[in-house]
């Protein structure tokens, strides 16, 4: 009896991978975005066994050396070297790791943190919805970089306390989506059935109200994890994210700033680096939005 | 109207002592008490230490602190800044025409182009125009806007000679202050010139602030002009033989309004966000740069104000946009 349910379970999930997968398909550049994005994650995780030098070691004869097909440049440092004479490339290289990580964190902080408060809020009403969604309210009163800043100015400056602070601005989108959905779920009839036949009420939040929330939220959580990698750059453009020489990807133009007009290659790539990423994740999340989306899947 | 008014104003009571508490608590949890974190690394004598503690009030129960602390900001006083010794709200609110001025210039900037370009997309659909415009506008929406400045600079300041790096003035010429806008007080000083030169300073910032609200409006006024054009009274006004442009102009695009005001709206949060960067990068004396500078030399009641007057600017521009909704869009009755 097991047995049969679990192939069940299996093919009709292996049935929805197949559709979600026919839909988001159906966007090249959605396609497109994936496939720069897992180049992108097997680069940050072979970084070590790609990257030409080590990030953080200084050939002082060659500082300031230009990109390779630049006039003074040479192949053994592709993108040029910093003021210091990192190389720019494995310094970028490196950066993918961090802020891949940044990204990925603050999403699962945010995410998880809001799920649950969202689902609470929705579930539970009254007065602990009230107070739950007022503070979410008081959150997105402040501009989140902002808020980001003020919070770090408190946590002090540093990686791990910058992604925190991001993570804290991003739970009020996941409390407020969360909630609305689980209201949606909430009084059709499978969750009566599932009440009727005695599910109690983690049961009824995780295992059947949560599945079925999950299409808005996947799209939310690859839109943070954008704009995430964004924040966490301009933090540490600010100086108030990772701290040099951590080769993070707002760090690196931050500390190359007053060479931007001597050495621009120090600036420049970095910022490629930020901008490929995010726009990668983005292409892909707009895929995700239309395959995951109901109202605008033609049957 | 006046009953909806006044309901919106009633959610933004728990909002703002929400607000106040955050700005309360800030002062409270960073590490060490305020008195210490205020004298640095020079210390303080244990008596000097209880002495400044009972003038600043905090020698008080936390929860008699808070209320005298919402007591002041209801009378209009935020604190002293540390630094200039002057009180922090006049300090906000002579800065604030700067970010002001940079915003609506951003806000117009991003408005003026996205709208159309957002418009061309839909009625291009699927076309290589639709294709381009919104892949601009991507990449504007994923643009890290720190380093778009500084490319900026690099492009146009230092490669082409044709903007200035930073600041809102030239140094030759001395203006007087009189609305806080460099544009209108330029303009109406007798210096040549002065208006030229403050024109010359606001391209570069306004184009990097402007440019995530122009991706995010091309972006929606597209997608709201796309689920218009496929309504039916499109088709029977297309069908009485209307001229497209007059199809287009007068009855989609009233309605597309609706989301396109609301998306408008909730860019300006985006703006007071993208200032502090935008200000940091250009030297640009506005809110943005003063809370940085404020945050980097722990002027924490500097800190506290301006993160009370940013949100309060927040909440009153969603108010605004709430109650403008109902004007461009009459089938919402309050």
Known sequence: MTSITATTSYSVRSQQWREFWFYFSVSKTAVAGLVFLIGVVLMAIFADVISPHLPAEQYREFAEIPPAWMEGGQMRFFLGTDYAGRDMLSRIIHGARLSLIAGCIVVLMSASIGILLGLVAGFRGGWLETVIMRIMDTIMAVPGLLMALVLVAVLGPGLLNAMVAIAITYTPSFVRLTRASTLSELNKDYVTASKVAGAGPIRLMFISILPNCMAPLIVQGTLSFSTAILDTAALGFLGMGAQAPLPEWGTLIAENRDLMLSAPWTVTFPGIAILLAVLAINLMGDGLRDALDPKLKRS | MFKFLFKRLLVLVPVFFGVTLVAFGFIRALPGDPIEVLAGERGVSPERHAELMAQL??????????????????????????????????????????????????????????????????????????????????????????????????????????????????????????????????????????????????????????????????????????????????????????????????????????????????QVAVLLAGAILTETIFSWPGIGKWIIFSVFSRDYYAVQGGLLLIAGCVMVVNLTVDLLYGLINPRIVH
Request: aromatic fraction near 10%; hydrophobic fraction near 50%; charge should be negative.
């Open chain 2, 57 to 266: 009030g905090l020698d008080e129960p936390l929860w008699q602190q808070y209320f005298s602390y919402v007591g002041d900001v209801l009378q209009g006083d935020l604190g002293t800044s540390l630094i200039t010794n002057r009180p922090v709200a006049e300090e906000f609110f002579e800065l604030f025409p700067a970010t002001a001025e940079l915003a609506i210039c951003a806000m117009l900037f991003a408005i003026i182009l996205g709208i159309p370009a957002g418009i061309i997309a839909a009625v291009k659909r699927g076309t290589l125009v639709d294709q381009g415009i919104m892949s601009l506008s991507l990449a504007g929406y994923s643009m890290p806007i720190f380093w778009w400045g500084l490319l900026l600079i690099i492009l146009f300041s230092n490669t082409l000679h044709l903007t200035p790096v930073s600041g809102r003035l030239s140094f030759l010429f001395e203006v007087e202050h009189v609305t806080g806008f460099m544009l209108i007080d330029s303009l109406f000083s007798d210096e040549e010139g002065a208006f030229k030169s403050a024109l010359h300073h606001l391209v570069l910032p306004t184009i990097v602030l402007g440019t995530i609200p122009l991706a995010v409006i091309a972006r929606q006024t597209r997608s709201a002009m796309l689920e218009v054009l496929s309504e039916d009274y499109v088709r029977t006004a297309k069908a009485k033989g209307l001229s497209p442009l007059r199809v287009i102009a007068v009855h989609a695009l009233r309605n597309a309004m609706i989301t396109v005001t609301t998306v408008i709206g909730l």
